[in-house]
């Protein structure tokens, strides 16, 4: 009952979200896992009892929050925000809901007009962040908490909590799938394997390499895998802002250059959007589900779902985005009340100048075979969303 009760909430505000957009221009409408799903997060959120929940609770208090988010060139900040927006408002707080489109400047001037138009708390999934320490300095002037979302914020003292998934755990994840699949320990075959990884500015894409390293490079080393464009480091396998095309491009320079008498077996990628990439690069160069290589993600967007079911994507990692926007409320709820949130980390993230305290989300790989159960029985998308 009182689960329903909030879902209806949370779809009220969904759609209100749909209706009036954000302030940061054309807001794309979500996929169906903030809207269909709200109910999900409401089993540990701090729902409204019953009988309070048609007014808005007293203890949010017409509080301002402001969440900055990144893009929505890719689906998953989408649902973030939508999740974030409708489960705040739900508790009663006031939503300023902005997405920068990757424009660093942009997200600055957000931040800054967040902070000016008397913000009580700041959500941040930062484009670069070490771009954004003055702005974060001069909330902390203004006495405005922040939490991180998703990505840490480096560089500063300004920032409270971090809400986020296991990122080394998401590169240790794709690392295992790879090294299962193939049956790296035991094989005495070869593999080639190119590498896609994510942006230098954002401290996950880093520490998604770390852990897919911890588990590959052995194999790199003993020659079971073999990378012939010779582009193993983070840095010459880095892609700026988590550029598709730049993924594209590069995955056709490989196929061009190292692969026209050898298949490529392995594209290791830390993103649905670099497999998009790969999957154009793969189907130019006359890849067939013959020869079509292990493609791996990141996110579980619907796209790569559904690829994932068609067999031109073979795994991503599944981040539950109704799970995280939970935890970053309560986040928000503990720094508005004076409360301590749950944190489950205090260890992994230092961000140069604190070790800033984390809720570390689990990431799931997800493929053909267990996708149904994580995430059409999990409620993320429905059997009908993947057919269309
Ligand atoms: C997020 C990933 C996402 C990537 C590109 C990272 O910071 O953790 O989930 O795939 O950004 O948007």
């Known amino acids: 009952m009182k689960k329903k009760l909030l879902g209806a909430l949370l779809s009220v505000a969904m759609v209100a979200t749909l209706l009036t957009g954000c302030g940061g221009g054309e807001q794309a409408e979500t996929t169906a896992p903030a809207a269909d799903n709200a109910e999900a997060p409401a089993e540990n959120a701090e729902a409204p009892a019953e009988g309070e929940a048609a007014a808005a609770p007293a203890e949010a208090n017409g509080k301002k929050v402001g969440v900055a988010m990144p893009t929505q060139s890719s689906e998953r900040w989408i649902n973030d925000?939508?999740?974030?927006?409708?489960?705040?408002?739900?508790?009663?707080?006031?939503?300023?809901?902005?997405?920068?489109?990757?424009?660093?400047?942009?997200?600055?001037?957000?931040?800054?007009?967040?902070?000016?138009?008397?913000?009580?708390?700041?959500?941040?999934?930062?484009?670069?962040?070490?771009?954004?320490?003055?702005?974060?300095?001069?909330?902390?002037?203004?006495?405005?908490?922040?939490?991180?979302?998703?990505?840490?914020?480096?560089?500063?003292?300004?920032?409270?909590?971090?809400?986020?998934?296991?990122?080394?755990?998401?590169?240790?994840?794709?690392?295992?799938?790879?090294?299962?699949k193939k049956d790296l320990a035991n094989t005495t075959e070869t593999y080639t394997i190119e590498f896609f990884m994510g942006s230098p500015d954002d401290n996950n894409a880093h520490m998604l390499y770390d852990g897919l390293m911890e588990v590959l490079q052995p194999y790199l080393d003993k020659g079971t895998l073999v990378c012939k464009s010779g582009r193993t480091s983070f840095d010459d396998t880095c892609?700026?802002?988590?550029?598709?095309?730049?993924?594209?491009?590069?995955?056709?320079?490989?196929?061009?250059?190292?692969?026209?008498?050898?298949?490529?077996?392995?594209?290791?990628?830390?993103?649905?959007?670099?497999?998009?990439?790969?999957?154009?690069?793969?189907?130019?160069?006359?890849?067939?589900?013959?020869?079509?290589?292990?493609?791996?993600?990141?996110?579980?967007?619907?796209?790569?779902?559904?690829?994932?079911?068609?067999?031109?994507?073979?795994?991503?990692?599944?981040?539950?985005?109704?799970?995280?926007?939970?935890?970053?409320?309560k986040m928000v709820q503990a720094v508005l009340e004076g409360e301590e949130p749950e944190i489950n980390d205090t260890e992994q993230y230092n961000n140069n100048v604190i070790v800033v305290p984390s809720y570390l989300c689990t990431p799931v790989a997800v493929d053909k075979d267990n996708y149904k159960e994580i995430i059409v029985d999990g409620g993320y998308y429905t059997e009908e969303q993947l057919a269309e």
């Open 81 to 180: 925000g939508a999740n974030m927006k409708a489960q705040l408002e739900a508790l009663g707080y006031e939503v300023d809901l902005q997405y920068a489109e990757d424009d660093v400047q942009a997200q600055v001037s957000q931040i800054e007009n967040m902070i000016a138009s008397g913000a009580n708390c700041l959500v941040i999934a930062s484009i670069d962040s070490s771009a954004l320490v003055n702005v974060e300095a001069q909330a902390k002037e203004a006495g405005i908490p922040i939490i991180a979302y998703d990505r840490l914020l480096m560089d500063t003292d300004a920032v409270s909590y971090y809400a986020t998934f296991d990122n080394k755990g998401v590169g240790t994840a794709i690392g295992k799938y790879i090294e299962e």
């Open 239 to 329: 892609i700026l802002r988590w550029s598709q095309e730049t993924a594209q491009q590069n995955c056709e320079n490989y196929l061009t250059g190292f692969y026209a008498d050898e298949d490529l077996d392995i594209c290791a990628t830390a993103f649905d959007g670099f497999a998009y990439g790969c999957k154009a690069a793969l189907e130019g160069a006359g890849y067939t589900a013959d020869n079509w290589p292990l493609v791996t993600g990141q996110d579980a967007e619907l796209m790569a779902t559904k690829n994932i079911i068609s067999g031109s994507q073979t795994m991503s990692i599944y981040k539950d985005t109704r799970l995280l926007a939970e935890k970053c409320v």
